[in-house]
Nanobody
C-alpha cells in the first residue's frame, strides 16, 4: 500500500521560503514520477510541480516557475518542494501525489488523474 506523508508546512511572511518534504513508502519509489498539488480555500486542487523517476525532467505550473523547485532523493524515498519568493496567493494545503503507473511522465502528472495522495500540509503566507 502506497503511503505519502508530507511535512514542512507552516506560516511564513511574503517573500520568505519553505521546503516541503514527502516521504513515500509501499513500492519502489525510484520507479515513479512524483508531484505536488495545492488547494487554496474555496478553490479546486491544482497542479504545482512534478519530477520524473530519476529527476532529470521536471514540470511546473506557470504560477510557480522560477520560484519553486521540485527535487527528489531516491535513496531516502523522498520528494521535496523548495518554495522561494512566497506570495499570499501561494497560501494553500499542499499535497504530495503519485501516479499509479511507472510510465506516467512528469509532464503527464499535470493532466492525468493521480492515484495516490498524501494527507496534505498547510502553507500560509502573510502579507
Amino acid at each position: 500500500q502506497v503511503q505519502l506523508v508530507e511535512s514542512g508546512g507552516g506560516l511564513v511572511q511574503a517573500g520568505g521560503s519553505l521546503r516541503l518534504s514527502c516521504a513515500a513508502s509501499g513500492r519502489t519509489f525510484s520507479n515513479y514520477a512524483m508531484g505536488w498539488f495545492r488547494q487554496a480555500p474555496g478553490k479546486e486542487r491544482e497542479f504545482v510541480a512534478a519530477i520524473s523517476w530519476y529527476g532529470l525532467s521536471t514540470n511546473y505550473a506557470d504560477s510557480v516557475k522560477g520560484r519553486f523547485t521540485i527535487s527528489r532523493d531516491n535513496a531516502k524515498n523522498t520528494v521535496y518542494l523548495q518554495m522561494n519568493g512566497l506570495k499570499p496567493d501561494d497560501t494553500a494545503v499542499y499535497y504530495c501525489a503519485a501516479p499509479g503507473s511507472s510510465r506516467t511522465t512528469a509532464q503527464a502528472m499535470g493532466v492525468r488523474p493521480v492515484a495516490y495522495w498524501g494527507q496534505g500540509t498547510a502553507v500560509t503566507v502573510s502579507s
